[in-house]
């Protein structure tokens, strides 16, 4: 199967997921051609069936703000045809599914009919989406779409609340490459970040608003004050000057670290004890599936597609967005105890186990099956 995949290539959970799908497929056996702006960061080497189509804009002085949509209508077209693409399956509606709809119209137009699957991340739901500049045509494209998924049920309640949806929603969650995160400890950064072996907190994020990052910080300092920890923070983002400010004047500023965007991940997480993730909303939670492939429990809030993830009591602990108190009591409850520690750190890998890609994988290709077969009588 030739399947064409619109994405960001960005840290952002989308494009990984979009990068981490493609890259299965190809493993696979199937041709995967992604077609973007730039390189998607998680393909970090070109391998057999991967291809990487770059979308450029022309520079015009009549253009305040250069037509994207345009010009990656006009590649997908161009990759359609020459490849010969099966299927376009797009990750976050805006502005991929309108562009897949668009290209479609075109190849319709040559007598080719280009069915499109649009899976539904967050953001183009829950906040980008509704805004009335974009809902009409978010709304649109979604319905037009041969076939709908979300990463979560929290997001598929949220799209059919925010839009006027007339298209089933199929949840296929969010997945992780275990053989990705499932290394060997790098003991000797541990040792350099804890020389004393003290606890390893870790929070990974863009550094928005809605990720809540002073939250970790206010945990943070209240779990140092029983237990000697570290925190790493990973990432970048409007909020990180902020947060950076909140820290040097905290009394645990000597104790906290940030590392900015980290490509592999997973080998700081692999030398964690805890991640903290309080945002305010998260349709699934990527980051803390991530952790606790590394065998990191989580302390995060309650809200979104969290509870879908995280299991009260079993790979750490929830609560309501804001309340640092709780998350602090959770955190030193996990942390306090070695023997308890490490029950969670298994519990937390097991569960990670059930989101493996190799679980979620034959879904996406079920669901390519079906739709090519109805593409088949639609042509």
Do not use: W
Not at 369 to 376: P, Q
């Amino acid at each position: 199967m030739k399947i064409g995949i619109l994405c960001y290539p960005t840290f952002g959970g989308s494009g990984v997921v979009a990068t981490e799908l493609g890259k299965a497929l190809a493993q696979k056996g199937h041709q995967v051609h992604f077609i973007t702006y730039s390189q998607p960061v998680r393909l970090e080497h070109f391998a057999e069936n991967v291809f990487y189509h770059e979308v450029t804009v022309a520079d015009y002085p009549l253009f305040e703000f250069s037509p994207y949509e345009t010009a990656l209508t006009s590649k997908l077209v161009d990759v359609a045809l020459f490849e010969k693409l099966d299927i376009v399956h797009v990750h976050y509606a805006i502005p991929h599914a309108s562009v897949a709809y668009m290209a479609r119209q075109i190849l319709l137009s040559r007598g080719t009919y280009l069915p499109f699957i649009t899976t539904l991340h967050g953001t183009d739901i829950t906040l980008v989406g509704k805004n009335e500049s974009y809902n009409p045509v978010v709304t649109f494209a979604i319905n037009q779409s041969d076939a709908v998924t979300s990463v979560s049920d929290s997001l598929r309640r949220d799209t059919f609340q925010n839009f006027s949806i007339e298209k089933e929603i199929e949840v296929i969650p969010n997945f992780i490459d275990l053989r990705r995160f499932n290394k060997m400890r790098k003991d000797h950064f541990r040792r350099a970040i804890a020389p004393n072996n003290e606890r390893l907190i870790i929070h990974a994020s863009n550094f928005r608003p809605v990720k809540r990052v002073s939250d970790v910080v206010s945990v943070f300092n209240r779990v140092q004050e029983k237990i000697p920890a570290k925190l790493l923070l990973i990432g970048d983002g409007p909020d990180r000057s902020k947060v950076e400010k909140e820290c040097r004047e905290c009394s645990a500023c000597e104790h906290i670290r940030f590392l900015g965007k980290l490509e592999a991940v997973e080998e700081i997480l692999s030398i964690g004890d805890l991640f903290i993730l309080p945002s305010e909303t998260e349709s699934f939670g990527l980051a803390a599936l991530e952790a606790m492939a590394c065998q990191v429990p989580v302390i995060s809030t309650n809200t979104g597609g969290i509870p879908e993830l995280n299991v009260q009591g079993v790979t750490g602990f929830m609560s309501n967005v804001g309340d640092v108190e709780d998350m602090a009591r959770n955190a030193i409850h996990i942390l306090e105890d070695d023997e308890r520690l490490l029950q969670f750190k298994a519990n937390a890998l097991r569960h990670a186990r059930e989101f493996d890609i190799q679980q979620i994988l034959p879904r996406y290709e079920a669901l390519y099956d079906r739709v090519l077969a109805g593409a088949t009588k639609t042509a």
